[in-house]
């Protein structure tokens, strides 16, 4: 079974930078999909960005030029640099596993594991 933490939200104002980090635990498979979903009060589930396990990724139009993923394998852990953070970015975000590349696509319905999540909140 697949574990996946998040840390790092917070409180910031507009134009600053968080960086979010997901903890992985369990079995790590090689062809796999992970990315980072949030999910504002009265909104539903939104895909930000998703790679592979080649560091193939594809982004959101509302976070792309802003938001990078990255992964660092030896660490299991899966990043999320937000730089030039907006208000509209406030929201619970969370990461997600599937356990194949194929179709890693920003839907939430395609993902297995996910985590509990952690609060960004961007003040004007």
């Known amino acids: 079974q697949v574990q996946l933490v998040e840390s790092g939200g917070g409180s910031v104002q507009a134009g600053g930078s968080l960086r979010l980090s997901c903890a992985v635990s369990g079995y790590i498979y090689s062809k796999r999909c992970m990315g980072w979903f949030r999910q504002a009060p009265g909104k539903e589930r939104e895909g930000l960005v998703v790679i592979t396990g080649d560091d193939i990724t594809t982004y959101a139009d509302s976070v792309k030029g802003r938001f990078t993923i990255s992964q660092d394998n030896a660490k299991n852990t899966l990043y999320l640099q937000m730089n030039s953070l907006k208000p509209e970015d406030t929201a619970m975000y969370y990461c997600?596993?599937?356990?194949?590349?194929?179709?890693?696509?920003?839907?939430?319905?395609?993902?297995?594991?996910w985590g509990q999540g952690t609060q960004v909140t961007v003040s004007s």
């Open positions: 997600a596993a599937r356990p194949v590349a194929a179709f890693c696509a920003l839907v939430p319905g395609l993902f297995n594991w």
